[in-house]
Nanobody
Framework: VQLQASGGGLVQPGGSLRLSCVVS????????MAWFRQTPGKEREYVAG????????SHADAVKGRFTISRDNAKNEVSLRMNGLKPEDTAVYYC?????????????????WGQGTLVTVSS
């Protein structure tokens, strides 16, 4: 299973970005998908996750109400819509996939990872 993330870039505070992650080499509609982020010197942290059929999703408290995870099983794609971006959202964002049951926040739950895409929020 290969994950290819894209969509990062430089945006001003208050702006928006949409991250995309396309999955190949596996049965996408059987995978739990998630986004994590990491800044230098800090542990990778959970941002959002979504079940295989989109009937359940969760978002970290730090992004709740601003970020929205979604997926399109016909396109093998999971997206993260980010609105109201803040400087503290600056990080490398990673998409992750799990063949195990349930949307979990632990890194160990996910066995497949993308390469990361950098989001910089700055004026």
């Amino acid at each position: 299973v290969q994950l290819q993330a894209s969509g990062g870039g430089l945006v001003q505070p208050g702006g928006s970005l949409r991250l995309s992650c396309v999955v190949s080499g596996g049965t996408f509609n059987m995978l739990v998908m998630a986004w994590f982020r990491q800044t230098p010197g800090k542990e990778r942290e959970y941002v959002a996750g979504i079940s295989w059929n989109s009937d359940y999703s969760s978002h970290a408290d730090a992004v709740k109400g601003r970020f929205t995870i979604s997926r399109d099983n016909a396109k093998n794609e999971v997206s993260l819509r980010m609105n109201g971006l803040k400087p503290e959202d600056t990080a490398v964002y990673y998409c992750a996939a799990s063949s195990s049951v349930g949307v979990r926040r632990e890194l160990s739950h996910y066995e497949y990872w993308g390469q990361g895409t950098l989001v910089t929020v700055s004026s």
